[in-house]
């Protein structure tokens, strides 16, 4: 029975574990998806998520409250690069994502050991599962700034006409004599 136990060990010790979930994750971030078991995905899914969600608050704090928080995720990923990477790349890409940045997808089993295979992906990196979701549009929610440029707009457009009706006439009358 599994009563209370929160984690899979995955038949390492915590040291063992730790580095090759850092590991996992630092691919993760690089190559953005990676072929592994579905227990091993399992894990890197509880292990990525709260250092994407470190990463993603720190356009919203102070700097000082940002530098902590790439500490506490270098502390866990052991890479700068990736750390770099997480920051930069992927906070942007996940900034309007409230959560859930990871899929796991079940390939089948493995040939040697017959162990169930899964594909772990960065949500938003797949551009084939995005490419048939429309964007969003970016309405304005303003309603007097945008009443006052359809008024100038139209009073401009409505000049425009007259002018260029007036040089029509002017014309017409010039040819007439």
Partial sequence: MRH?????????????RKAMLANMACS???????NTTVAKAKALKQFIE???????AENNVSAEKGTHNRRIVFKNLRDKY??????????????DRPGGYTRIIKLGNRLG???DMAMIELVDFNELYNAG??????????????????VVSSEK???????????TEAKTDDSKE
């Fill in 4 to 16: 209370g136990k929160k984690i899979n060990h995955l038949g390492r010790k915590t040291a063992h």
């Fill in 28 to 34: 993760l971030i690089e190559h953005k998806r990676i």
């Fill in 50 to 56: 709260p250092l994407i969600t470190k990463s993603k």
């Fill in 82 to 95: 990736a750390v770099t990477e997480l920051f930069s790349v992927v906070s942007e890409k996940v900034a």
């Fill in 113 to 115: 050991d017959n162990a």
């Fill in 133 to 150: 979701k429309p964007k969003k549009k970016s309405t304005r929610r303003s309603r007097r700034s945008g009443a006052t440029d359809d």
């Fill in 157 to 167: 457009e409505t000049k425009v006409v007259e002018e260029a009706q007036t040089e």
